[in-house]
């Protein structure tokens, strides 16, 4: 490529990736170079400096035209964008958490490593939700990927830690072999690794056998992708690893990572196999004659997520189970996307109030078991006595976790079940499973507010709050409780900004 070719790109693109790409090269500086008594906490506030750059570059970017350089490898368009702002978003307030957590064997001697690894994974992210290409895709997907595996480690001398991260890395090096042999049966198959162009003669393709690699295809790159989204039956890997990883990894591999996974389903999956040819006819599209398989692989994941919840007592690996219930209310939207692109808006409505709740919930936990020095669900006896205003927000995250009138979570699952039934043919089934397995979630969820209402206190004194602790907290809960009284505001914003995304399969 020659200096005049890379000066007619419009990189200006990319300037949120160039931002935390340049924040984490920064902070790696920093860190290799600083005395090793200086304390690295404060390199928080330089990454979150980068993300909210990042940011506000990006909502200078809504509006504009779709942009595909470098030879449409990579797209800006209403999708990235959109799903940008979660992660982005997502990502200011873990890395707030990071800065107030503390381990009991300390974290100071390599807490810069996390931060610019959180950077790096991070970029990942924002790469897989722009990808126009699958060699991109994958770039994006093991940056993700592998800073995942080393922050999950991250707290070296704990034992709990350093299984999470080998579990953590044999599980992703077999997902992604598995991804990868799904790609190169597309790219053999089209000659071309471009999914605009691998779209576009997808369409025309009859042939039954071409349609039957298609099929071996699509299975594999989806069994890779609901790894990374904690989807059963490929799930066994996230209790482990959320319950060893350091809380704000948690919290990131609960969401951040799990909305770049859905991106990238999108993408590649949705993008590609929802005009595809299912039949030799072409009476169906491919992802109407394998609906039942996403169907059935969402159903399959809210009643593991759901029943396996009830047995835990640690609280971090309870959440694991509960976001893989949450995989499969996302994973109800996507089985019944071929209904109409509306979908689009209610997953990124549901990812957003996710954000919200999760993270705001994490942040408690965090603070709770530093405090009570166990993670067991015992540790939040009396928590009201203690610290009321924890008891009040966690309340507020775990209501809508269960999906509560009044909250966020509450319309994220109201416009899931009413989007599966109102398409033809209507899933009800699914709905169905989707409604019983959040009345089951109540279980679990209740019993967590239980131990802080009606149990004695565990514990002795007040749980002093962190100022960083505080901010995402009042965050988190007044956009949970917002965004459930005046979901219009969102949906308004989404409409107003980016349409009905049509951009995204335009060829």
């Not at 007040?462 to 960083?468: C, L, S, V």
Request: proline letters at 3%; a neutral charge; one cysteine or more.
């Amino acid at each position: 490529m020659d200096m005049e070719t890379m000066l007619s790109y419009d990189w200006g693109a990319m300037a949120p990736e160039f931002i935390i790409l340049g924040t984490a090269i920064l902070l790696s500086i920093l860190d290799l170079f600083a005395p090793k008594q200086f304390n690295r906490r404060s390199l928080a506030w330089l990454g979150l400096t980068g993300i909210f750059l990042a940011f506000i570059t990006l909502l200078g970017l809504m509006g504009q035209e779709t942009v595909s350089i470098l030879h449409d490898t990579f797209k800006l368009d209403s999708f990235a964008v959109a799903f940008k702002l979660i992660l982005l978003f997502g990502s200011a307030l873990v890395i707030v958490m990071a800065h107030s957590y503390e381990p009991p064997e300390g974290m100071n001697e390599y807490r810069g490593e996390f931060y610019y690894l959180f950077l790096a994974a991070l970029l990942g992210a924002m790469v897989m939700a722009s990808s126009g290409d699958l060699i991109t895709l994958f770039v994006g997907l093991e940056l993700l990927s592998i800073s995942s595996y080393i922050l999950a480690g991250m707290r070296k001398k704990n034992l709990q830690s350093n299984e999470a991260a080998m579990k953590y890395v044999v599980n992703g090096g077999i997902s992604t072999a598995i991804t990868l042999f799904g790609m190169s049966y597309l790219y053999g198959l089209s000659g071309t690794t471009n999914l605009k162009e691998m779209s576009a003669w997808m369409v025309g393709v009859f042939d039954s056998q071409f349609q039957y690699l298609f099929g071996l295809a699509f299975f594999m790159i989806l069994v890779g992708l609901t790894f990374k989204i904690a989807s059963a039956p490929f799930h066994m890997w996230a209790p482990d690893v959320y319950q060893g990883a350091p809380t704000p990894v948690t919290a990131f591999l609960s969401v951040i990572s799990k909305t770049a996974g859905f991106a990238m389903i999108y993408r590649i999956l949705i993008g590609l196999f929802i005009t595809a040819p299912g039949d030799s006819m072409g009476a169906f599209t491919f992802l109407e004659k394998n609906q039942v398989y996403l169907a059935f692989l969402a159903g399959i994941t809210m009643i593991i997520g759901n029943i396996l919840a009830l047995r835990q007592r640690n609280i971090k690996r309870l959440f694991a189970y509960s976001s893989i219930a949450q995989a499969g209310y996302v994973l109800v939207a996507v089985a019944t996307l071929g209904g109409g692109t509306f979908l689009f808006d209610t997953v990124w409505f549901y990812l957003m109030a996710y954000v919200f709740m999760n993270l705001g919930a994490f942040s408690v936990i965090q603070l709770v078991t530093e405090k009570s020095d166990t993670e067991d669900i015992s540790g939040f006896a009396g928590l009201y006595k203690r610290s009321p205003w924890l008891a009040a927000v966690l309340s507020i995250f775990l209501l809508s976790l269960a999906g509560i009138p009044g909250t966020a979570g509450f319309i994220g699952k109201l416009n899931i079940i009413l989007g599966s039934v109102t398409v033809e043919p209507g899933h009800y089934v699914l709905a169905s499973i989707m409604m019983g397995t959040t009345v089951i979630s109540y279980f679990y969820y209740f019993g967590i507010m239980t131990q802080m209402f009606f149990r004695p206190v565990q514990g002795a004194g007040n749980i002093k709050i962190p100022a960083g602790i505080s901010v995402v907290l009042i965050v988190c809960a007044i956009g949970t409780i917002l965004f459930g009284i005046m979901p219009s505001l969102a949906f308004d914003f989404l409409h107003v900004n980016f349409g009905d995304f049509a951009d995204f399969f335009a060829l």
